[in-house]
Every structure is written in C-alpha cells, then in structure tokens.
C-alpha cells in the first residue's frame, strides 16, 4: 500500500537505540514524530538503516527537524531508563512487542484483530466480524 520496497523479513535487530529515539521525538511535534517513524520504518525495511546505530538514527532526527538539544544527554541516562520502565509497564500489561491492543479491559494481539476493534468501537454496529 505504501510502494515499500521490503527486504529481509527474518530479521531481528536489537531496537533499543531506535525505541529510544521514538521516545525523545515523542516529546516533539506530531509532524516530527510521524515524520521520524515514517523515514525510520521506511529505511530499515529497505536495509538502509542500522536500528542501533545512534549516528545514523540522530541523522534521521535532524532531518525530520527534531531539536536535539539534550539529545546526547538523554540517551546516556534517562532514555534508557523510560525505556525500560515502559516496556516493565507494557510486560505487566501482557503488551508485548506486535501490534497490541486494549479495548474495554480486553487485549488484541496482532493486527487481524482490527475488523473486531472496530466493531467494538463503532458501538457494535452491524453483524461481528468473526
């Protein structure tokens, strides 16, 4: 849908550095944020970009116009701090790496479940989907 190229499938890189660059962009501008998650996505599935490493990801932050003061800061100490707080929180939660979903107090896992999101969301309108 997005006419990405996508290579590797099998890959599993370590995403941590770029868990982190999220979550300092997340503190930024809607269009920074989406901007940054686009390039990132995009770039990492036609194997143009290292998801750990930092010059390369700091990269993409200036040029979705990040500001980046306190960046180098942020990365060394409370970066990697939010980081693993929120993924003790989404693990506590039963949330784990897949698209994860909480609706009325029920987790979906996995995008398959999306026509039964939208049902419940959408006030059960209409037959269920399943």
Known sequence: MRGLVIEDIYRYP?????????LWVSRQSVDVQTRFVELVFERYWRQALDLAEVDALTAVMTEVGADLSGWSDYLLGQGPRALEALRSELGSAQLFHVPSYVVEDEIFIGREHLPMIRWLLTDRQGQPPI
Do not use: T
């Not at 370590?14 to 999220?22: E, F, K, R, V, Y």
């Open 14 to 22: 370590d995403s941590s550095m770029a868990s982190i660059g999220l």
